[in-house]
Each structure stands twice: as C-alpha cells, then as structure tokens.
C-alpha cells in the first residue's frame, strides 16, 4: 500500500510540475539556448576553417561544455523552483493538511514528491542535452566520447539540487528555497573554478576550496565529469599547458567513490527532508 502510494504521489507531482508556469519558461529558454548554439556551431567552421583537426575539436568541445553548463543552470532554475512550491507552497496553501488527514505517512509524501521530480528534471536534462548533441554532430561533425555517462551525470546534478531545495522548502518559504538553492549551486561553481585555478598555480590551499566545496554540494563534481565525458579524451594531451584550469575543461572524470558519496549525500538530505517535515506543524 505504502509502495503505490508513493508511485501515485510521483504521478500526481510530474502532472503538477508539467503544468505550472515554470515549464513554459524552462521550454522557451531551452529553444533560445538551442537556437543560439546552433548558429553559434554553424559558424565555427565558416570563420575559422583553417583551424587543424585538433583545433577543431578543442573549440567544438569547448563551445560544447559552455553550453551544456548553460542547460545545466537551466535545470537547476527549474528544479529549485519547483522543488519550493511542492512542499512549502501545498503546506502554506493547506493542501497538504487535506492530503495527510487521510492515512498517508509524511516520508511517503516526500518520497513520492522527490521520485516525481527526479523523474522531471532528469528528463528535461536528457532531451536537451541529446538535442545539444545532435545540434553540434550536425553542423561540426563532433560527437563526444561517452554522452551517456555525461547526460547521466547533468540529470544526478539535477537530482541533487531538487533534493537540496526539497529540504529547504521544508524549513522556509518557496520563493527563500529556491534563492539559497540556485545561489548554493552558483557558489559551488565559483569555488570549483577557484579550485581549478589553484590547481593550476600548484597552490593547495586554494585547490582545497574546490575539493571541499564539491564534498558539501555535490553539484559542481557531478558537472565536472560531465565535462569530462563530452570531450575528446586527447584534447587534454595536446593542449595540457595553454588550458590548465580552464573552466570549461575537466582533466579527469569522477571516481566511483565520489559518485558514491554523490548518492550517499541525496539518501541522507532526502531523510532529512523527511524528519524536518514530519516534525513540521501544519
């Protein structure tokens, strides 16, 4: 009983988050980025065609990886802000007053929220980012090495920041969660780029701020090997020394442990998101 239950309340919250605003803004930002890629690739060639094959590549992957984290800050727009509304707003509105007076347990309640809205945002990260990659195999030729593994990764990094805001929006307000998610999320970035830097003058200290950032918030790892995967592997052995720590370059992909760590850290905020709102007054 317990296990349908949760399955219906996924249903319910996909339908519900296919149905708000929010969407309609996701679906049109995604088609202005493609639309923008897609002129922006169609000109590499056109501009630059004397570039070598090497070259070609490094620009291609490069372009690449700038736009996908573009869709990536999309996702995470997307899912922080829907995240706030399924818990804090059905709590403030007295929906889920209704919803829980019948013999429905509150950790199911967010289980079933948490499933809908990973199956959501891993959705959309997967249809934009394989529309991506087509755009780019289309108009450069240029296919990345394991697109699997790195639209898995962007749809993780979404999982992870829905989780995040599925807590916060237990503790305060929708519009507050979604903000502290997405600036958690910006931050997190800056201080992996910080971390790339300090990698690159061979200064530990400031390569710290990254590796602890990315332990707290697992959302800037999961992009770098994400990264990772959508380049060309020998990019790296040729252009080591001109692009080390370049933003848009990942010299490594992730470990198992990390991915690990990755999903240890969904478990334990998503049991959280449970024991806060169990302990919540409605």
Same mark, same amino acid.
């Given at each position: 009983?317990?296990?349908?239950?949760? !399955?219906?309340?996924?249903?319910?919250?996909?339908?519900?988050?296919?149905?708000?605003?929010?969407?309609?803004?996701?679906?049109?930002? $995604?088609?202005? !980025?493609?639309?923008?890629?897609?002129?922006?690739?169609?000109?590499?060639?056109?501009?630059?065609?004397?570039?070598?094959?090497?070259?070609?590549?490094?620009?291609?992957?490069?372009?690449?990886?700038?736009?996908?984290? @573009? !869709?990536?800050?999309?996702?995470?727009?997307?899912?922080?802000?829907?995240?706030?509304?399924?818990?804090?707003?059905? $709590? *403030?509105?007295?929906?889920?007053?209704?919803?829980?007076?019948?013999?429905?347990?509150?950790?199911?309640?967010?289980?079933?929220?948490?499933? &809908?809205?990973?199956?959501? @945002?891993?959705?959309?990260?997967?249809?934009?980012?394989?529309?991506?990659?087509?755009?780019?195999?289309?108009?450069? &030729?240029?296919?990345? #090495?394991?697109?699997?593994?790195?639209?898995?990764?962007?749809?993780?990094?979404?999982?992870?920041?829905?989780?995040?805001?599925?807590?916060?929006?237990?503790?305060?307000?929708?519009?507050?969660?979604?903000?502290?998610?997405?600036?958690?999320? @910006?931050?997190?970035?800056?201080?992996?780029?910080?971390?790339?830097?300090?990698?690159?003058?061979?200064? *530990?200290?400031?390569?710290?701020? @990254?590796?602890?950032?990315?332990?707290? !918030?697992?959302?800037?790892?999961?992009?770098?090997?994400?990264?990772?995967?959508?380049?060309? #592997? $020998?990019?790296? $052995?040729?252009?080591? *020394?001109?692009?080390?720590?370049?933003?848009?370059?990942?010299?490594?992909?992730?470990?198992?442990?990390?991915?690990?760590?990755?999903?240890?850290?969904?478990?334990?905020?998503?049991?959280?998101?449970?024991?806060?709102?169990?302990?919540?007054?409605?």
């Amino acid at each position: 009983m317990t296990a349908r239950t949760v !399955l219906t309340i996924a249903a319910l919250t996909l339908q519900e988050a296919a149905r708000r605003r929010v969407l309609r803004s996701l679906a049109v930002l $995604t088609v202005v !980025l493609l639309g923008l890629s897609a002129w922006g690739f169609s000109r590499i060639d056109s501009e630059f065609g004397g570039m070598t094959s090497g070259e070609a590549k490094l620009t291609a992957a490069l372009v690449l990886n700038l736009v996908m984290f @573009g !869709l990536s800050l999309i996702a995470a727009l997307g899912t922080a802000f829907l995240a706030g509304p399924t818990m804090a707003g059905e $709590t *403030e509105s007295g929906i889920a007053l209704a919803v829980l007076a019948r013999p429905v347990r509150r950790w199911a309640v967010v289980l079933g929220k948490w499933l &809908g809205l990973v199956a959501f @945002g891993s959705g959309f990260v997967v249809v934009a980012g394989l529309a991506q990659l087509l755009i780019v195999q289309t108009t450069t &030729g240029y296919w990345p #090495p394991d697109p699997v593994t790195g639209l898995a990764l962007l749809a993780g990094q979404a999982a992870v920041l829905l989780t995040l805001g599925l807590l916060l929006s237990t503790a305060v307000s929708p519009m507050a969660s979604g903000i502290v998610a997405v600036g958690l999320f @910006g931050s997190t970035w800056i201080a992996g780029v910080v971390g790339g830097v300090g990698r690159a003058l061979n200064n *530990e200290s400031v390569e710290r701020v @990254g590796t602890v950032s990315r332990m707290l !918030l697992p959302t800037d790892g999961l992009w770098r090997g994400a990264m990772n995967s959508f380049q060309d #592997p $020998t990019l790296l $052995t040729q252009f080591s *020394e001109a692009f080390k720590g370049h933003p848009f370059l990942s010299p490594t992909g992730l470990t198992g442990t990390y991915i690990g760590w990755a999903g240890l850290w969904v478990f334990l905020v998503l049991a959280l998101a449970a024991l806060s709102f169990q302990r919540r007054d409605m």
